[in-house]
């Protein structure tokens, strides 16, 4: 079943970070990214840019709105994701516990289905 771990960290947290920590934090993803693959467990990873380039884009009436951010309702924004393939929602929660994100930001995780499936 496929789960997308969301790692979801706080606006203006990159900044406090100097190139190499960050450098250094990055490549310990990429190895937590590759020891998924290692276990056929990955489907997709990627590090998402900072929000403050991101546009949210809606549609109301016809008539298309586009809100470039960074957007000063924030408290959160999506760093990067990865898609897995999981047995069950305990293994993506065990995947989520050794994310190395899990330090520095809160891994959220979702199991993916289509949108008029309501499981709430």
Do not use: N
Not at 38 to 45: I, K, P
Not at 98 to 103: D, K
Request: aromatic share 6%.
């Amino acid at each position: 079943m496929p789960y997308m771990l969301l790692m979801i960290e706080p606006p203006g947290q990159r900044r406090t970070r100097t190139e190499d920590e960050g450098r250094d934090l990055y490549a310990r993803m990429l190895r937590f990214g590759d020891e998924l693959k290692a276990q056929g467990l990955l489907r997709a990873s990627e590090s998402l840019e900072s929000h403050a380039g991101a546009a949210r884009v809606t549609v109301r009436d016809g008539h298309a709105r586009v809100l470039d951010g960074p957007f000063a309702e924030a408290k959160e924004m999506v760093g990067g994701f990865f898609l897995l393939d999981c047995d069950s929602r305990e293994q993506a929660i065990a995947i989520a516990r050794r994310c190395p994100a899990a330090e520095w930001c809160t891994v959220e995780v979702r199991a993916l289905a289509p949108c008029y499936e309501d499981s709430a």
